[in-house]
């Protein structure tokens, strides 16, 4: 069946999404005075780092050099530095021959490219700053370049540092733990290599990067007070014109709680106070242009308001998401202006390496190196950890801290509106359907009546229900099923899936695909975190308010579900107590300890997760609360 109401978990992110933008641009016109800035600002930094959990404590860095290229102007080094304990970061760090005192210096993150640091465009912007008398450190974002964290799984992921970033997400994210914040935290340890080198002067410090390296380059503007000048490149957008335009983006690129806070995408710029900032953009990115013009307008309101007018500069470029000669150049002249350097005529001829010769591993792969550990691995040991702390708890106490996670709101027999049966032939199911608005307004599940007639209405009174949640469509898991005459049977598609999978996106019909690591099911999980709203608490919400409609007409309801439809029923059955009959589970996982575990968590959906739950439960735990009967097929 065609999902009919595909369009309304779109339309229900975007209206919230809408609604604090409008806001949020009702408090930026609102700002009058010096004062209103500063506390906008004080304000905002708050915010925005409240988004970051990093380590309480700095570890060693324990840096060392392991090889060093000449070159005529400038020399390379091959560094390796542990941002955290057996966990190394590969980078190379270019110096300027011609120095008399210290240099000012450029942290480089690089974008979303398998080469990583080695990309040729990721080279030549680190070299041509160095030439003009930068001291450079560029470095491999985790899953890139030196930092592949899958080499182990089928080829086809492995170099997709897109799929790697939130494989790895989903897993952090179970442990109370943001991928953003670990990428962000690489960064911020690299900066303290960087100011540690006696060649830098660390009053003159900039930050720079394009797409997943202007990302990063937004974060570590809001959360390091040692950077003086930032240049983020094709990110800067807004929010708003990401979920307008259907564009699901990387799990670090989606900071927890953001939108809740009524945060947008420049206000982690605005956090840094009035330091100067380039925003770099190209005209046919897919970052709308559109947002970068607001993010400019509000910026250089609020440097101008603060006292610094002029601070904030911009470039946009005629081509399509990259880090163009133009925009590599625009970026030169913004850093030699704000360092009192003088600035080169242009980039020229760049002598760019392969990977293996400013490797700074042995074998091209921090893999390689004796002691060293995955992200994985340690996310492996802290799900350890916490689990062995979890605390017996009741069902009922269960169900408070589940109703607390979830953030379900009000749970109540929704309205409904009724849909015309779908019959088939064939010796199938007559489907009596009721699209329920669990959402004001909004069609956000569908409950089907599975018949043998041609039947509207939901019928006044049945003795004994089964509501089945299914893996991805209760039409097609159901059609075979025969009603029991004791027994009505109903399917409920919740959220997400079946009548209400999304039919929006830019994704091709044979291209879309729920478990896919990079569209709508992730799309939607990723905005429901920064709303501290979990998705799967919609699903779960879905689940109750469908129970409360189904105890009006029924004596005994009966909870039965499928593969990942397992996760959201139990979450409602736990909740529900004995308000259902019984609770049947059938190929559901085994547990979010196991998720964390597995090397590759492809088939594990994000709508599925449920933020910093390990360490307080688990679904076994919860399976034996609710005396589920599981069931497993091999």
């Not at 974002?141 to 897109?162: F, H, K, Y």
């Not at 190196?369 to 009741?394: C, I, N, S, Y």
């Given at each position: 069946m065609i999902p009919l109401y595909g369009n309304s978990v779109q339309e229900f992110y975007l209206e919230k999404v809408r609604n604090v933008h409008a806001e949020r641009a009702q408090r930026i016109a609102a700002l009058k005075s010096?004062?209103?800035?500063e506390a906008y600002v004080a304000e905002v930094r708050k915010k925005a780092r409240s988004c970051f959990h990093f380590p309480a404590k700095k570890s060693p860095l324990n840096a060392v050099v392991t090889g060093t290229l000449d070159f005529p102007q400038y020399t390379l080094e091959k560094v390796i530095y542990y941002s955290r304990p057996s966990y190394p970061v590969t980078g190379n760090l270019y110096l300027p021959k011609k120095r008399k005192d210290k240099v000012p210096a450029v942290l480089f993150l690089c974008g979303h490219s398998n080469e990583g640091k080695s990309n040729p465009d990721y080279q030549r912007a680190p070299i041509a700053l160095a030439k003009?008398?930068?001291?450079?450190?560029?470095?491999d974002?985790?899953?890139?370049?030196?930092?592949?964290?899958?080499?182990?799984?089928?080829?086809?992921?492995?170099?997709?540092?897109?799929a790697q970033h939130n494989m790895l997400s989903k897993q952090a994210i179970l442990l109370g733990e943001w991928f953003g914040a670990w990428r962000t935290y690489d960064a911020v340890r690299g900066l303290d290599y960087l100011l540690a080198r006696p060649e830098v002067d660390a009053t003159r410090v900039g930050v720079h990067?394009?797409?997943?390296?202007?990302?990063?380059?937004?974060?570590?503007?809001?959360?390091d007070d040692r950077i003086t000048m930032s240049a983020p490149s094709c990110y800067i957008t807004t929010w708003l014109r990401n979920v307008e335009n259907e564009l699901p983006i990387d799990a670090e690129q989606m900071p927890p709680t953001a939108l809740a806070q009524g945060l947008e995408m420049v206000d982690f710029l605005i956090a840094a106070g009035p330091k100067p900032i380039l925003l770099l953009g190209e005209k046919n990115d897919f970052f709308d242009p559109r947002g970068l013009d607001e993010a400019e307008a509000e910026l250089v309101k609020i440097h101008r308001l603060l006292g610094v007018p002029g601070t904030v500069e911009r470039y946009m470029g005629k081509g399509d998401h990259s880090l163009s000669q133009f925009l590599r150049e625009a970026g030169a002249r913004f850093f030699c202006k704000y360092a009192g350097v003088k600035p080169p005529k242009g980039e020229g001829d760049i002598q760019v390496m392969p990977h293996d010769e400013i490797?700074?591993?042995p074998k091209g792969q921090?893999?390689?190196?004796?002691?060293?550990?995955?992200?994985?691995?340690?996310?492996?040991?802290?799900?350890?950890?916490?689990?062995?702390?979890?605390?017996?708890?009741?069902?009922?106490?269960?169900?408070?801290?589940?109703?607390r996670c979830l953030k379900l709101g009000k749970v109540e027999a929704p309205y409904f509106r009724i849909g015309r049966p779908s019959g088939e032939y064939g010796g199938c199911l007559w489907q009596s359907r009721f699209a329920l608005e669990t959402e004001p307004g909004r069609v956000m599940a569908v409950l089907k009546l599975f018949t043998l007639h041609d039947w509207y209405h939901i019928p006044e009174l049945s003795p004994d229900v089964t509501l089945y949640i299914p893996h991805l469509d209760s039409s097609q898991e159901l059609r075979w099923r025969r009603p029991n005459a004791k027994r009505a049977l109903y399917g409920l598609d919740v959220r997400g899936v079946g009548e209400v999978t999304p039919t929006n996106g830019d994704w091709p019909v044979e291209m879309r695909n729920f478990f896919d690591e990079y569209q709508f099911d992730y799309h939607y999980a990723g905005l429901g975190m920064m709303f501290d709203e979990p998705y799967l608490g919609g699903k779960v919400k879905d689940i109750l308010c469908a129970l409360a409609l189904l105890e009006k007409v029924a004596k005994r309801i009966h909870l039965e579900a499928k593969g990942q439809g397992c996760v959201p029923a139990l979450l409602a059955a736990t909740i529900a107590g004995t308000r259902f009959a019984s609770v049947t589970l059938e190929d559901g996982p085994d547990s979010w300890l196991e998720m964390v575990e597995d090397g590759y968590p492809y088939r594990r959906p994000l709508s599925y997760t449920l933020p910093d739950i390990l360490r307080k439960m688990d679904l076994p735990m919860l399976r034996k609360l609710v005396k589920a009967q599981v069931i497993h097929h091999k």
């Open positions: 010096r004062a209103d800035a003009a008398g930068f001291a450079v450190l560029a470095i974002p985790v899953g890139q370049g030196e930092r592949q964290q899958m080499l182990d799984t089928p080829i086809g992921e492995v170099w997709n540092p897109c990067g394009t797409s997943g390296g202007g990302t990063l380059t937004t974060w570590v503007t809001a959360v490797a700074a591993t921090v893999k390689f190196l004796p002691g060293q550990k995955f992200m994985h691995d340690l996310l492996v040991e802290e799900a350890h950890r916490q689990v062995a702390l979890q605390k017996p708890l009741t069902r009922e106490a269960a169900a408070r801290e589940l109703s």
